[in-house]
T-cell receptor, first 111, second 112 residues
Framework: KAGVTQTPRYLIKTRGQQVTLSCSPI?????VSWYQQTPGQGLQFLFE???????NKGNFPGRFSGRQFSNSRSEMNVSTLELGDSALYLC??????????FGSGTRLTVV | SQQGEEDPQALSIQEGENATMNCSYK?????LQWYRQNSGRGLVHLIL?????REKHSGRLRVTLDTSKKSSSLLITASRAADTASYFC????????????FGTGTSLTVIP
């Protein structure tokens, strides 16, 4: 079966811009989580969506937002980009919320 | 915080040797999972151990969980160069639903 697909793989943006990242979960998986990975902070939980509802949210500013569509596909948006937002953004899906399958990530560089 | 801590931060061994890495966490959990990440790539789920389990095996992997000490260990036997990667433990606390906390990771290098 197809894995978790994240697009785009790489992205370069300038400070102040906004960005939207996309995640297509494994078919049948209803839970989608997003993580930010940086060398300094490691893997940090952003949020989790289940059946189009945000079920959990990490400690990130309001510039980070997300949504989930009826087909379980999810997007995350970062507005007013800062240099510190440069990171690998990972999406993971699960049938119910454990044993996540991760995508390969989107590497965002803010210049 | 709930975040797990892996130990050691880095480990270098010869091919064929065993590699052991440890994870400690702070609060009661439902599950603990181990993941592998090759350089700059996504995470690959290795094994999940529930809080009422003490040991689990999957191929060359052996995971133990000691909830009284709030710690887990991952043993990779007969290591191969392809095992070179970073290994993370992830825990979900009983009071935070499906929010997973990842440790800082152990970087394993297997020398051919």
């Amino acid at each position: 079966k197809a894995g978790v697909t994240q697009t785009p793989r790489y992205l370069i943006k300038t400070r102040g811009q906004q960005v939207t990242l996309s995640c297509s979960p494994i078919s049948g998986h209803r839970s989608v989580s997003w993580y930010q990975q940086t060398p300094g902070q490691g893997l940090q939980f952003l949020f989790e969506y289940f059946s189009e509802t945000q079920r959990n949210k990490g400690n990130f500013p309001g510039r980070f937002s997300g949504r989930q569509f009826s087909n379980s596909r999810s997007e995350m948006n970062v507005s007013t980009l800062e240099l510190g937002d440069s990171a690998l953004y990972l999406c993971a899906s699960s049938p119910q919320g454990s044993g996540y399958t991760f995508g390969s990530g989107t590497r965002l560089t803010v210049v | 915080s709930q975040q797990g801590e892996e130990d050691p931060q880095a480990l270098s061994i010869q091919e064929g040797e065993n590699a052991t890495m440890n994870c400690s966490y702070k609060t009661s959990i439902n599950n603990l999972q181990w993941y592998r990440q090759n350089s700059g790539r996504g995470l690959v789920h290795l094994i999940l151990i529930r809080s009422n389990e003490r040991e689990k095996h999957s191929g060359r992997l052996r995971v133990t969980l000691d909830t009284s000490k709030k710690s887990s260990s991952l043993l990779i036997t007969a290591s191969r160069a392809a095992d070179t990667a970073s290994y993370f433990c992830a825990t979900d606390a009983r009071d935070t639903g499906n929010q997973f906390y990842f440790g800082t990771g152990t970087s394993l290098t297997v020398i051919p």
